[in-house]
């Protein structure tokens, strides 16, 4: 009965007295798992860490305004694998542990869908998985950097240290230049392959954008040739030192700075070998693409040459057989043995009496003359053109006076005079 008194005297004491427990909050609060400790597996829908607004506190403010569930903001340094945080870096991977891997879920792991970025004795790799177990037990090193090197396809050769500063393997893709303004079948794709010691300059011409077709502008081979234009390099490197094949861009020279005269007045020459004929071109086009030119010398595969000058004539011509033509092509006549031969073809213009100076021709009879600086002409073959009888001609272009002797007519005179001979002749066959 005594217990029962008691009890109710304290439950009336509670109910009449509420205001002693308004004056007191109590806050129950349980933390799991505690900030404190290690853990074998700790899991949250986002995580934050450190001051990341930098006030110095750390509270809800330190959150972005919107995050995601899998959000992590992380103020300080983080280390992966190593706590050796380096005090200029966010993130410090060792390359003890697991390095840096990258999964493109689209893609097999054997075909590009997984690499990774190791560190390994100085020497950072990107690596391609070849392995179908996806352990990088088999891969490829498309690029590596050793202290300022850099090797594609390759190590950085250790022997060449600081005699190169980026390798390429030619077992791998070739360094590929792509111009985004022009077709890449039309110029706008390169490849720079090293193939069985040359190193070619390829150009793109298949719609497939795979070389499967191209041409070749440029090679050079370990010994310092260089052919250009060329595919073929069977016989010919043992040559020259350049090859150039006709079929490809000749060789140009182009005339640039101050004073240079413009490209279609002798300020721009190219030189292509044509049906076996070396030319050496002027432009004479405004847009300085060889549309018109002319050809100053022509070297031609038997050992002769031709200056054919302005009117794009004979010109002087020197033969093999060391005969000279001057306006002509044949200068030994249809004799391709004969030597030492001048020949002088048709002059298209009686030359002009020059002082100090005499000019030698064919005239439009085909005779020979000789012209003095007074402008006196005179025949140098005796013969009239007409009657084949021995004369004298001369005339001055000047005054256009003309003298004629009948040489023949005249000894035959002084022979019947004198009674004495002085010439012979003999008929045709005799």
């Not at 004795?121 to 990107?126: A, E, K, S, T």
């Not at 050496?280 to 050809?295: I, K, P, Q």
């Not at 272009?397 to 012979?424: A, C, D, H, P, Y």
């Amino acid at each position: 009965m005594k217990k029962y008194a008691i009890f109710l005297i304290l439950i009336s004491n509670i109910l009449l007295c509420p205001f002693v427990f308004s004056q007191e909050i109590i806050t129950i609060a349980t933390y799991y798992p505690s900030p404190v400790g290690i853990y074998e597996q700790l899991v949250t829908r986002t995580l934050g860490v450190g001051d990341n607004n930098a006030d110095n506190v750390i509270n809800g403010a330190d959150a972005p305004a919107v995050a995601d569930t899998g959000d992590v903001w992380i103020s300080g340094r983080v280390g992966l694998g190593t706590t050796n945080l380096l005090a200029n870096s966010r993130l410090t991977i060792s390359h003890t542990g697991v390095p840096l891997v990258l999964r493109d879920s689209d893609r097999q792991i054997t075909q590009g869908g997984l690499w990774r970025i190791p560190l390994d004795n100085g020497v950072l790799r990107f690596q391609a998985n070849t392995s179908a177990a996806g352990d990088f037990s088999t891969f490829n090193s498309p690029l590596v950097m050793n202290q300022g090197q850099v090797g594609i396809g390759t190590d950085p050769f250790p022997t060449m240290q600081g005699g190169g500063l980026l390798f390429l393997s030619h077992p791998y893709v070739s360094m590929v230049l792509v111009e985004s303004d022009r077709a890449r079948d039309q110029g706008g794709l390169w490849s720079i392959p090293l193939d069985g010691g040359i190193l070619r300059f390829d150009v793109n011409t298949s719609a497939a954008n795979d070389f499967s077709t191209h041409n070749t502008p440029l090679l050079m081979t370990q010994g310092g040739l260089i052919g250009m234009g060329l595919t073929d390099l069977v016989g010919r490197w043992n040559l020259a030192q350049l090859t150039i094949n006709h079929w490809g861009v000749p060789l140009a020279f182009n005339e640039t700075g101050a004073g240079a005269a413009a490209v279609n007045s002798g300020g721009l020459w190219h030189m292509p070998l044509d049906a076996g004929i070396l030319r050496f071109d002027v432009n004479t086009s405004a847009a300085g693409d060889f549309a018109s030119f002319r050809t100053t010398l022509l070297m031609y595969p038997d050992g002769s040459i031709r200056f054919p000058g302005n009117n794009g004539g004979a010109g002087l011509y020197v033969g093999s057989n060391g005969s000279v033509g001057i306006g002509t092509l044949a200068p030994a006549g249809t004799s391709s043995t004969a030597s030492g031969i001048l020949t002088m073809g048709f002059a298209s213009a009686q030359p002009t009496a020059t002082a100090g100076a005499t000019h030698i021709f064919t005239g439009a009879d085909g005779e020979g003359y000789w012209m003095d600086s007074a402008g006196n002409t005179t025949r140098q073959t005796p013969h009239d053109p007409e009657t084949g009888e021995w004369v004298f001609f001369s005339k001055n272009v000047k005054t256009g006076r003309i003298v004629k002797v009948n040489m023949e007519q005249l000894v035959k005179e002084v022979e019947r005079l004198s009674g004495k001979k002085f010439m012979s002749e003999n008929a045709p066959g005799n």
